[in-house]
């Protein structure tokens, strides 16, 4: 799991105890066939029945291509990049985060 702009540690100042929470999923695909089945449907059924989970992403490593699935309300939408200058907006945290920037020094 990939994070961006936060981190989830309890040593991080969380009260000892507190339930951390996963709010974002990168998954980097690798094999075409393996990686959709895992990305898509093994992961994608565990982690979306998380109810802390935002956003979910698939990178591509061959080529510069993000899958960007978020939560509204209690339904999934997703929105598909590929260009370096497009920017992913994350509201619940207040980021965004450019396309670019994912793929910095590859």
Request: with cysteine; proline share 5%.
């Amino acid at each position: 799991v990939f994070k961006y702009g936060c981190s989830l540690l309890e040593s991080d100042g969380h009260p000892p105890g507190k339930r951390l929470e996963l709010v974002l999923s990168v998954a980097s695909v690798g094999d075409a066939t393996d990686s959709y089945y895992t990305d898509r449907v093994v992961k994608w059924e565990e982690y979306t029945s998380l109810p802390s989970l935002h956003y979910y992403l698939v990178i591509a490593q061959d080529k510069m291509s993000v899958e960007f699935f978020y939560r509204e309300g209690e339904n999934w939408k997703s929105a598909y990049f590929t260009r370096p200058e497009a920017t992913i907006d994350l509201p619940a945290w207040g980021l965004q985060m450019r396309v670019a920037d994912l793929y910095a020094g590859l």
